[in-house]
């Protein structure tokens, strides 16, 4: 089991940002996973994943990819109070579910 | 209503690591607070803020300091999968509190 935050790397953020805004794709879609896949991520450790996607368009193609499941998932879109216009996508949170199902989607993409 | 990430600078985490350990403390923090809380504090937009400290000394300062309150905290030590030996603690998550609360103690520490 693990959770995955997908990054944009193209938005110049830096790390204290990166780092605010994996936390709002982490709460967010840890708020909409069943409660027994929680149980059972954390009895593993509760594994955190971050990966990078150079684009918008890149972090849409998962996300529309995650839609198609019953995955949970947490789209950000940036308050805009800092460093960034607001409304600006920034992340995308995936499960925790298990290591197999998130891989479909997200194999191909490099840790960040 | 805010939550505050607390990051070691000293340990040299690249920014993928980073993000990950402030999820880690960000949900273990969440998950000990109060639900009136919780609720106040997303309906102002679930502000999180991530700050440094110089080093393991820095934190564990703060630590001891939040533990004197009954605001929630949760001190991540990380599992040392990567980049870092197990058991190093990393980063500690504060609140949601209120902001009032809270820069009582981490009032002097810049951001990330």
Redesign the interface.
């Known amino acids: 089991m693990k959770?995955v935050?997908i990054?944009r790397s193209d938005l110049g953020m830096?790390?204290?940002?990166?780092?605010?805004q994996?936390?709002?794709a982490?709460?967010g879609s840890?708020k909409k996973t069943d409660p027994d896949k929680i149980r059972e991520w954390e009895m593993e450790?509760?594994k955190?994943?971050?990966?990078?996607v150079p684009g918008l368009e890149e972090l849409m193609e998962i996300y529309e990819a995650v839609r198609r499941t019953d995955i949970s998932h947490y789209l950000v879109r940036d308050?805009g109070h800092t460093q960034i216009p607001a409304g600006t996508v920034t992340c995308l949170g995936i499960g925790p579910d298990t290591d197999e199902r998130i891989d479909r989607i997200t194999g191909e993409l490099k840790?960040?």
Chains 1, 2 share one sequence.
Do not use: F
Not at 14 to 20: D, E, L, N, S, V
């Open positions: 959770q935050i990054v830096g790390r204290g940002k990166i780092a605010a994996a936390c709002h982490s709460i840890y450790g509760s955190k994943v971050v990966l990078s308050a840790l960040l």
